[in-house]
C-alpha cells in the first residue's frame, strides 16, 4: 500500500476514534444530568439539560460533516486518483479498489460513532420531553393551589361583606329587637334550641339582652355555683339557674339542684312530678363567660 493511503487510514481512524471518545465523554455527562433533572427539576438541572443539548448539536453536526467528507472522497474518482502522491495514476479508474475499500472501511467506522451520536440525540430529546411534563404537572398543581387561595379569599371577602352590612347604619327592625343578640348568639350554638327565658327566675347578675357563653363537652363538670341552662321534661323552653348542690355517688352518679338568684326557695317546684334532683342528661349547657350588650 503506498505510503499516502497509509496515512489516510491512519487519519480515517483516528477521526473515528476522537469522535468516539468525545461520545462517550457527553454519554457520562449526561447520565448524571438525567439523574439529577428526574430527582429534582431546578434551575441549576435545567440550565445543565440546555448546555448538555447544545454540546451534543454540535457534535452531532461534527460527526456527520465527517461522515460526508469520506462519502464525497467515494463519490467521485478523480479525488479518489488525486490521492496517489507517490505513485502515478492514469486518470481512468480501472484499479481504485484499493482506496476505496479504504475509504469506504474509514466511513463506515464514522457511521457507527454517527448512529451513536444519533441515539444520544434522541435520549436528550427524550428527557426534554420528560422534563416539560414534570414542569407541566407542577404548574397545574400550583393552579390549583392559587384556584383554592382565591376561594378561601373569596369566602372572606363574603363575609367581610355581610358582617359590613349588619354593621352599617341600614334599618332592619332586628337591632330594635330586646333579644336579638341572645337569640342568634344561642342558635348559632345550639340550632334545636329555643331562645332563654329571663324573668324572676334569672340569676341576679343577668339582665335582658346579656350575651352568654355556653358549652357543653361530655368531660366537663359541673359544680355548685355554676350557671347552668338545663330542660325541664313536658317543657319546652329551656332554663338558666344557678346549681347549689351537687351530689355525687360512689359509683359516679351525679345529681344537682338548682336555684334562680331572685327565688325565695329552690327549683324542685319547678322540676317534673316527682322529681327531686336534675340529672346530667338534663343539663344542656354550662354557661362560661357573661358579656353586657345594650340595644
Not at 444519533?118 to 398543581?141: H, P
Not at 334599618?171 to 342568634?184: M, Q, T
Not at 344557678?242 to 327549683?267: A, C, M, P, S, W
Request: include cysteine; aromatic fraction near 10%.
Amino acid at each position: 500500500m503506498p505510503f499516502e493511503l497509509q496515512i489516510m487510514e491512519i487519519i480515517g481512524e483516528s477521526i473515528a476514534y476522537g469522535l468516539k471518545l468525545k461520545t462517550q465523554d457527553i454519554l457520562m455527562e449526561f447520565e448524571t444530568i438525567r439523574q439529577s433533572s428526574y430527582a429534582r427539576i431546578s434551575i441549576e438541572s435545567l440550565r445543565e439539560l440546555a448546555f448538555i443539548k447544545s454540546k451534543v448539536d454540535k457534535h452531532h453536526r461534527n460527526a456527520d460533516l465527517a461522515h460526508q467528507a469520506w462519502l464525497d472522497l467515494l463519490a467521485y474518482d478523480e479525488d479518489m486518483i488525486g490521492l496517489y502522491l507517490t505513485e502515478y495514476r492514469k486518470s481512468d479508474s480501472s484499479d481504485l479498489s484499493e482506496i476505496e475499500l479504504l475509504l469506504e472501511s474509514c466511513a463506515k467506522q464514522i457511521a457507527e460513532v454517527c448512529r451513536s451520536v444519533y441515539d444520544l440525540k434522541d435520549s436528550v430529546q427524550n428527557v426534554e420531553i420528560t422534563t416539560g411534563f414534570m414542569l407541566d404537572a407542577v404548574r397545574n398543581q400550583l393552579l390549583a393551589f392559587e384556584i383554592r387561595i382565591n376561594i378561601i379569599t373569596m369566602g372572606f371577602g363574603i363575609g367581610v361583606f355581610i358582617t359590613a352590612i349588619y354593621g352599617m347604619n341600614l334599618y332592619s327592625g332586628i337591632e330594635e329587637h330586646p333579644r336579638a343578640l341572645l337569640f342568634k348568639s344561642y342558635k348559632l350554638h345550639r340550632p334545636n334550641q329555643n331562645t332563654l327565658p329571663f324573668g324572676d327566675v334569672e340569676p341576679t347578675f343577668i339582665s335582658r339582652g346579656n350575651f352568654l357563653l355556653l358549652t357543653n363537652y361530655s368531660t366537663e363538670f359541673v359544680r355548685a355555683g355554676d350557671i347552668v341552662v338545663f330542660r325541664i321534661e313536658g317543657r319546652d323552653i329551656p332554663i338558666v339557674h344557678r346549681v347549689i348542690k351537687v351530689h355525687e355517688k360512689n359509683d359516679g352518679y351525679v345529681k344537682f339542684l338548682t336555684k334562680g338568684d331572685n327565688n325565695q326557695v329552690d327549683d324542685r317546684g319547678l322540676y317534673s312530678p316527682g322529681q327531686l334532683w336534675l340529672e346530667r342528661k338534663d343539663i344542656i349547657d354550662i354557661c362560661h363567660i357573661l358579656a353586657s350588650y345594650s340595644f
